[in-house]
């Protein structure tokens, strides 16, 4: 089954951090894109980070710019997101999708998400 697998949500006091996964499962994620996407309550889903499939392109919303790091390890069929000095509003699921490019549009295959709460 070809499916992508999100992990490391939680709950996370602001200032926080927190290291999402993103593997991949029944196919080989080095040639794919890798986009970052979050869905906060009641609000559509907004981009928030893409690599490309070498790793040697990356982009991030302006809302993300300097607290978080998107990275990949071809290797280990994983992509990460490093997510430093969280605030309230990254409060989200996060999700993943792989794509040829970057920034992911459609996505052929997507992860069932991860829940972040930042939260004192």
């Known amino acids: 089954q070809l499916q992508l697998v999100e992990s490391g949500g939680g709950l996370v006091q602001p200032g926080g951090s927190l290291r999402l996964s993103c593997a991949a499962s029944?196919?080989?994620?080095?040639?794919?894109?890798i986009g970052w996407f979050r869905q906060p309550p009641g609000k559509e889903r907004e981009g928030v980070s893409c690599i490309s499939d070498r790793g040697y392109n990356t982009i991030y919303a302006d809302s993300v710019k300097g607290r978080f790091t998107i990275s990949r390890d071809n290797a280990k069929n994983t992509v990460y997101l490093q997510m430093n000095s969280l605030k309230p509003e990254d409060t989200a699921v996060y999700y993943c999708a792989a794509d040829f490019l970057c920034p992911v549009r459609v996505g052929r295959y997507w992860g069932q998400g991860t829940q972040v709460t930042v939260s004192s």
């Open positions: 029944g196919f080989t994620l080095e040639a794919y894109a």
